[in-house]
């Protein structure tokens, strides 16, 4: 969630089981995992022993690099979208939506975000929660912490922040699963979003991503109206027309910056009752003999701070799209 990088759609791809923990580990991989533990007792005034007794159980494992490397989002559109763009997937959130409504109108009108869009969301992440994790939390923030040079300061800061929630929320740190990238729950939220935007909503005093529905819709809810998204408005709208692209900046993850008219005048064709202020950026999607253009407005970039990447952020559009779809009437629904 914030920095969300490479890792809440994580859940939705099995890793090998060839794949074998402890190999190929680093020389300095205890090292550093020692001195980290002295500096979290130090810093945060955590016992050492417990550390040390709780560090001494993680193992590395080769197969969670190997899977860093090859994340989905290198795919191209046209092979991206079918793993999560599907009608199984529509079913599943209409099933989601219908059993979870009272909630999801609850957290709706509490912030401001769709009901479809919250429960895209745990669609796209973990199929309404039936695959949220095989790997321990533990062993996959250690191993991307202290064997994952290109992104290990992110990750030593995720795994300091995994062991202040498990000693805030009762979390027993050996026996928690995730991603390989360490996101937690059925929302899959990494521990820093855990910490900074998770929500207590069903007042029971503690917050569970794994268990409480009620959390876990409030909480992604939450997410986004923290983000910035805008009740009421457009998310992403189809450009069509053929259009001069040359002054774009396509697939790049910005905030909108270039205003409709400027689409407008480059020859691409808009709804009319899109303002000409409004604000946008151009979103690129790679088809198998063409390309698609759609105009990315700030709700699609707020989905973005959710996982940083068009592909995803289009993903979960759509799929709410296909589950609204199949809603009854929504003040049938939703009782408004």
Same mark, same amino acid.
């Given at each position: 969630?914030?920095?969300?990088?490479?890792?809440?759609?994580?859940?939705?791809?099995?890793?090998?089981?060839?794949?074998?923990?402890?190999?190929?580990?680093?020389?300095?991989?205890?090292?550093?995992?020692?001195?980290?533990?002295?500096?979290?007792?130090?810093?945060?005034?955590?016992?050492?022993?417990?550390?040390? #007794?709780?560090?001494?159980?993680?193992?590395?494992?080769?197969?969670?690099?190997?899977?860093?490397?090859?994340?989905?989002?290198?795919?191209?559109?046209? /092979?991206?979208?079918?793993?999560?763009?599907?009608? /199984?997937?529509?079913?599943?959130?209409?099933?989601?939506?219908?059993?979870?409504?009272?909630?999801?109108?609850?957290?709706?009108?509490?912030?401001?975000?769709?009901?479809?869009?919250?429960?895209?969301?745990?669609?796209?992440?973990?199929?309404?929660?039936?695959?949220?994790?095989?790997?321990?939390?533990?062993?996959?923030?250690?191993? +991307?912490?202290?064997?994952?040079?290109?992104?290990?300061?992110?990750?030593?800061?995720?795994?300091? #922040?995994?062991?202040?929630?498990?000693?805030?929320?009762?979390?027993?740190?050996? !026996?928690?699963?995730?991603?390989?990238?360490?996101?937690?729950?059925?929302? #899959?939220?990494?521990?820093?979003?855990?910490?900074?935007?998770?929500?207590?909503? =069903?007042?029971?005093?503690?917050?569970?991503?794994?268990?409480?529905?009620? =959390?876990?819709?409030?909480?992604?809810?939450?997410?986004?109206?923290?983000?910035?998204?805008?009740?009421?408005?457009?998310?992403?709208?189809?450009?069509?027309?053929?259009?001069?692209?040359?002054?774009?900046?396509?697939?790049?993850?910005?905030?909108?910056? !270039?205003?409709?008219? =400027?689409?407008?005048?480059?020859?691409?064709? +808009?709804?009319?009752?899109?303002?000409?202020?409004?604000?946008?950026? +151009?979103?690129?999607? /790679?088809?198998?003999? !063409?390309?698609?253009?759609?105009?990315?407005?700030?709700?699609?970039?707020?989905?973005?701070?959710?996982?940083?990447?068009?592909?995803?952020?289009?993903?979960?559009?759509?799929?709410?799209?296909?589950?609204?779809?199949?809603?009854? !009437?929504?003040? /049938?629904?939703?009782?408004?």
């Amino acid at each position: 969630m914030n920095c969300r990088i490479l890792f809440l759609i994580s859940a939705i791809f099995l890793l090998p089981d060839s794949a074998t923990a402890g190999a190929t580990q680093p020389t300095d991989f205890n090292k550093k995992l020692s001195e980290f533990a002295h500096r979290m007792a130090n810093k945060h005034g955590l016992k050492l022993q417990f550390l040390q #007794q709780q560090f001494a159980k993680i193992e590395y494992r080769q197969d969670i690099i190997d899977a860093m490397n090859r994340p989905a989002e290198h795919k191209p559109w046209h /092979e991206y979208r079918p793993i999560f763009v599907t009608a /199984e997937r529509a079913d599943g959130g209409v099933e989601f939506l219908k059993k979870n409504r009272q909630i999801l109108q609850k957290a709706e009108k509490k912030w401001g975000v769709p009901a479809e869009i919250i429960t895209a969301i745990i669609g796209v992440e973990t199929r309404y929660g039936g695959f949220t994790g095989r790997h321990r939390v533990l062993d996959a923030l250690s191993t +991307l912490a202290f064997a994952y040079p290109k992104r290990g300061a992110f990750f030593e800061k995720q795994l300091e #922040q995994f062991l202040l929630l498990a000693q805030e929320q009762q979390i027993d740190m050996q !026996t928690a699963k995730g991603s390989y990238a360490g996101a937690i729950g059925m929302p #899959q939220f990494i521990p820093g979003s855990y910490r900074s935007y998770a929500v207590d909503f =069903d007042n029971d005093g503690r917050i569970d991503l794994w268990n409480s529905k009620a =959390d876990i819709i409030g909480s992604v809810a939450h997410y986004f109206q923290r983000h910035g998204w805008k009740n009421g408005e457009e998310i992403v709208l189809p450009l069509k027309g053929e259009a001069d692209i040359h002054h774009f900046e396509p697939v790049k993850l910005k905030k909108p910056d !270039t205003r409709i008219a =400027d689409f407008r005048i480059a020859g691409f064709q +808009l709804d009319s009752s899109i303002n000409n202020k409004t604000l946008a950026y +151009l979103v690129e999607l /790679e088809q198998p003999e !063409t390309k698609e253009y759609w105009a990315g407005l700030n709700n699609f970039y707020v989905i973005t701070r959710y996982n940083h990447s068009n592909l995803y952020a289009m993903a979960v559009y759509q799929l709410s799209q296909l589950i609204d779809a199949k809603l009854p !009437t929504r003040s /049938e629904l939703l009782d408004y």
